[in-house]
T-cell receptor, first 114, second 111 residues
Framework: ETGVTQTPRHLVMGMTNKKSLKCEQH?????MYWYKQSAKKPLELMFV???????ENNSVPSRFSPECPNSSHLFLHLHTLQPEDSALYLC?????????????FGPGTRLTVT | QKEVEQNSGPLSVPEGAIASLNCTYS??????FFWYRQYSGKSPELIMF????GDKEDGRFTAQLNKASQYVSLLIRDSQPSDSATYLC???????????FGTGTRLTIIP
């Protein structure tokens, strides 16, 4: 596989469930990102990892918990979510954490919280 | 708080005409400017970036930057139906991990 892949592509979960989103990049990049895309709103940066170290956390609620075990994999662990958390969650990677480098996006996970 | 403003559209342009997409930003310290294209149900893909005042051309696409007016635009010449998508403007400070995105402009090319 090439580029940035995400699984699952679609997820429906109840507010009491625990689930995880997975992202994998095959580009040899050092930085990975989680974004949230809601209707009528700009893409919101949630987390940035550089060389497996978290460097940015944009005041994201603790019900979202990221994990970056190595530079190719990124997870987003979800628990006790709210209906307003329903959105498209996009993973991206770039050569380095400097945002002047192009970010390559995965296809996203469409999350619905019921 | 840094903001990036775009007209949400939809912007309808006849096939073969020039499509003009505009973006303004609030942070005067912004240094890097990007245009991403997002097809419906797909993820964003970078089509242009610009760092210096003036124009930058790449095929049918031209990015224009005016830092004094805090304004960046994207021109698409000879518009094709395949250009129909949402175009996202994003800005950042040099050396910053964070891209600030606009809400995007939905462009429709009419055959």
């Amino acid at each position: 596989e090439t580029g940035v892949t995400q699984t699952p592509r679609h997820l429906v979960m109840g507010m009491t469930n625990k689930k995880s989103l997975k992202c994998e990049q095959h580009l040899g990049h050092n930085a990975m990102y989680w974004y949230k895309q809601s209707a009528k709103k700009p893409l919101e940066l949630m987390f940035v990892y550089s060389l497996e170290e978290r460097v940015e956390n944009n005041s994201v609620p603790s019900r979202f918990s990221p994990e970056c075990p190595n530079s190719s994999h990124l997870f987003l662990h979800l628990h006790t979510l709210q209906p307003e958390d329903s959105a498209l969650y996009l993973c991206a990677s770039s050569q380095d954490r400097d945002s002047t480098y192009e970010q390559y996006f995965g296809p996203g996970t469409r999350l619905t919280v019921t | 708080q840094k903001e990036v403003e775009q007209n949400s559209g939809p912007l309808s342009v006849p096939e073969g005409a020039i499509a003009s997409l505009n973006c303004t930003y609030s942070d005067r310290g912004s240094q890097s400017f990007f245009w991403y294209r997002q097809y419906s149900g797909k993820s964003p893909e970078l089509i242009m970036f610009i760092y210096s005042n003036g124009d930058k051309e790449d095929g049918r696409f031209t990015a224009q930057l005016n830092k004094a007016s805090q304004y960046v635009s994207l021109l698409i010449r000879d518009s094709q139906p395949s250009d129909s998508a949402t175009y996202l403007c994003a800005v950042s400070d040099f050396g910053n991990e964070k891209l600030t995105f606009g809400t995007g402009t939905r462009l429709t090319i009419i055959p």
